[in-house]
């Protein structure tokens, strides 16, 4: 005869009752056992020994309390010390220093004025809510210096702030075990910390406070339904939960340990096989006959083996959970790697070293593999504590709940991330707008980009193109225009801009390519080099743009009027130009130009001005070219030696922490057009070239190869580093996937790690890949 079972497939609420949002109308029960009376001698509210009573007033279910203590207390607040002014000030520079946040809380617990404490915490844990331990100390001030009502609140604030918090829902269920005068009270807050955390590998520390009530209420049956359900999850401590169930269930008896369900299913499991076995006239002994022992007689010694009924039907009852045990062995020897990994699983602001942010992309490859909505769910909100400070965590979790048909919650981690945890980078912004631009919702990425522009890096050139984009998807060519307007009115008022020249390309380059507006592109180049006539990089955006858009003989025209203008070692006002390098480079550039394309008068003309303009230097191509007979053994060696890049300079970077912004659009200028001829580059004996595993990382750089040039002085560059001067922050580096040096192709989660020969620069920090 089976033993019939009646349990919860999962750690989650019992029938009947809804944990997933904050229990208001449980809130409201506990508080109500909690009128509060004078608290003198507590120091309650002035920090004097005084005391004071609050009020606490229910009105259609709402707890009026909070704001009549602020009343009563506001007259109460002693004046903060020079100190806590200080320790203000800073929080408020700087809301994203810890340091200076823990520093406001210990001076202002140093006065025990509760209202203080109070002020001092709620400012804290709204910047820094994961802080389950700053939650428990809020309490325990609560405790000492304020009411029960505020402790109940504390608690209830901290378990919504921090849900996935194994640690936080022990603290609250050991406080309602102590407090709470309701067993069941106590019981509906085990129940919900076990929905939310029942299933950590970690959540021992929540079902041992579980067990040790049930235990404390003699509660057998109750007792055995927590075991149950523990038997099915893979926790840490698994074994020893099965064991000691197995001590319980050889010294209680059977009749204790079974519910109101489980009972009355092996009474009619009975009853059946009674009557079956009688139609067949076969009468069955008193001792087949299952039948319940003696009721409860008190706690018991549970080392002490008493009777629990028939032995067979023990043995089926154990047998039912040793199977559960058995499928959660199971699967706990498939995610024990991955979780003894997990070194650090509460937040800190500290970054997280590679092996662990690493094992945590790789866990959640796992679990989304496995396809049980539930457990991707929970995974991720755990690793969205130990791992809030990172933007490519809350990217991947709003991918993944939008792939799973859960727009709700991918919004819900959107506005986490964007409105708390990564609020001051951008590279979530860019996301959340490109994210709302694909839901619809045009006015809310419109908001992105203007939190961008507005509050955190208001030159960011990224920025501007990206707006400029997404208004031109939704067909406003004006507004898209009047971005780069602004951007470059914003950018002119700056006395040294850096960005103002890639600003003018990226802005007559969408009016081309985009709009195909050639005149008005036109027009932005020639505004352009009145206003920057010594920006190299914007004379070859200008000749590239005349040389691709006009007939041949016209072409030649337009290229050469402008190759001439940047020649010239002066302007017309006196003012110097290019840099005599510079000036070269360019004329030498169009001397190929205008041999592809020209006729031999303009190639005459060309020549000469060229020969008038560097008469002592040698020509650009031909001080690169060496003959291969003069090279002597010393020579051959160095030409043989690898050519190896030690350094990188962006085109244009903010450093922004440990992210780097780069706009090199314009980086493949001369790869587009303006590079020199295979004939005529330097014919070198050299070996494959060497790069260094950083360079993998960048798109822009994977398939970039340096054409050798002769060692002149360079005017530095324009746009390199233009938004250097905005104020960096501590953020927290991302990854990016990479393939790993063998035959094995398997995902690897690491940071690059520089090349011997080519060292990185100090400081020098990656931003890799894309976030879309």
Not at 172 to 181: G, N, T, V, W
Not at 519 to 544: C, G, N, Q
Not at 667 to 695: D, I, K, N, R
Request: hydrophobic share 40%.
């Amino acid at each position: 005869m089976g033993d019939q079972v009646v349990v919860r497939a999962s750690a989650g609420a019992p029938e009947g009752v809804d944990v997933t949002m904050a229990d208001a109308a449980l809130v409201v029960e506990i508080r109500k056992d909690f009128i509060v009376e004078d608290n003198v001698g507590k120091g309650k509210g002035n920090g004097n020994g005084n005391g004071s009573v609050a009020v606490v007033s229910l009105l259609d279910g709402q707890v009026q309390s909070d704001a009549v203590v602020e009343d009563l207390l506001a007259n109460d607040v002693i004046a903060p010390t020079g100190e806590e002014e200080r320790s203000w000030g800073l929080v408020r520079d700087n809301a994203a220093d810890f340091n200076a946040w823990t520093e406001l809380i210990q001076e202002t617990e140093k006065s025990e004025n509760i209202a203080k404490i109070e002020k001092a915490y709620d400012a804290f844990l709204e910047e820094f809510p994961l802080c389950y331990g700053y939650w428990k100390k809020f309490a325990d001030h609560e405790a000492k210096l304020g009411s029960s009502e505020k402790i109940v609140d504390v608690y209830e604030r901290a378990v919504k702030a921090v849900s996935y918090s194994v640690d936080i829902w022990m603290h609250y269920s050991a406080y309602a075990m102590e407090k709470f005068d309701s067993p069941d009270m106590t019981r509906r807050i085990f129940e919900r910390g076990a929905y939310f955390v029942g299933t950590d590998y970690l959540s021992h520390l929540l079902w041992d406070k579980y067990i040790e009530f049930e235990y404390s209420q003699q509660e057998w049956s109750r007792l055995a339904q927590i075991y149950t359900r523990i038997l099915q999850i893979p926790l840490q401590h698994l074994d020893r939960y099965s064991t000691s169930f197995k001590q319980i269930a050889h010294s209680r008896p059977l009749a204790e340990l079974r519910t109101a369900e489980e009972a009355a299913a092996a009474a009619t499991a009975e009853e059946e096989a009674k009557l079956s076995a009688e139609s067949v006239g076969v009468p069955l002994l008193d001792a087949e006959i299952s039948a319940a022992t003696a009721a409860p007689d008190g706690i018991g010694n549970l080392d002490e083996e008493v009777d629990s009924g028939d032995s067979k039907e023990l043995e089926e009852y154990l047998a039912v959970r040793e199977n559960f045990y058995n499928a959660a062995k199971e699967w706990d020897s498939k995610i024990r790697d991955f979780e003894i990994a997990i070194r650090r699983p509460y937040f800190h602001v500290k970054p997280l070293d590679d092996a662990q942010l690493g094992n945590w992309h790789r866990y959640l490859d796992f679990i989304e593999n496995e396809g049980v909505f539930d457990k991707i769910l929970k995974l991720y909100e755990r690793c969205l504590i130990a791992c809030a400070n990172y933007p490519e965590y809350w990217i991947r979790f709003v991918q993944r709940m939008f792939t799973e048909g859960k727009l709700e919650l991918a919004l819900n981690g959107l506005q986490r991330s964007t409105g708390i945890f990564v609020k001051r980078r951008p590279e979530i912004h860019l996301f959340a707008a490109r994210f709302r631009e694909q839901q619809g919702d045009a006015e809310g990425a419109r908001v992105a980009f203007k939190i961008l522009r507005n509050e955190l890096v208001p030159g960011l050139l990224e920025v501007f193109v990206k707006q400029a984009n997404f208004e031109h998807r939704q067909g406003n060519r004006e507004a898209a225009c009047s971005v780069f307007d602004a951007a470059l009115q914003s950018e002119k008022l700056k006395e040294d801009s850096r960005a103002l020249a890639v600003l003018y390309i990226q802005y007559a380059r969408f009016l081309d390519q985009v709009l195909k507006c050639e005149d008005k592109a036109r027009e932005v180049y020639m505004t352009a080099l009145d206003h920057l006539p010594t920006s190299k990089v914007l004379w070859e955006a200008a000749i590239f743009f005349e040389a691709t858009h006009v007939s041949r003989r016209e072409n030649v025209q337009r290229v050469d009027a402008l190759v001439e203008q940047a020649s010239i070692p002066l302007r017309p006002d006196g003012s110097p130009g290019l840099l005599v390098a510079d000036r070269e480079e360019i004329s030498s550039i169009y001397l190929e130009f205008v041999d592809l394309v020209g006729d031999i008068e303009a190639i005459k003309k060309a020549e000469s001005r060229h020969k008038l303009l560097f008469p002592l230097r040698k020509n650009f191509l031909d001080s690169k070219k060496r003959s291969s007979v003069d090279v002597g053994g010393q020579d051959r060696a160095k030409i043989h030696k690898p050519y190896v890049i030690t350094t990188v300079t962006p085109a244009t970077a903010i450093n922004n922490g440990q992210v780097q912004w780069t706009a090199s659009a314009y980086a493949q200028l001369q790869s587009q057009g303006w590079q020199q001829s295979a004939s005529q580059q330097p014919t070198l004996l050299v070996q494959p070239q060497q790069w260094t595993q950083s360079y993998a990382t960048y798109g822009n750089y994977a398939t970039y190869a340096p054409q050798p040039q002769a060692a002149v002085a360079q005017q530095p560059t324009v746009y390199a580093g233009y938004a250097q001067a905005y104020a960096p922050q501590e953020v927290i580096q991302t990854y990016t996937p990479v393939q790993p040096a063998s035959n094995v192709q398997e995902t690897v989660y690491r940071a690059p790690i520089p090349s011997p020969t080519a060292p990185q620069p100090a400081g020098a920090t990656i931003y890799y890949g894309s976030y879309y």
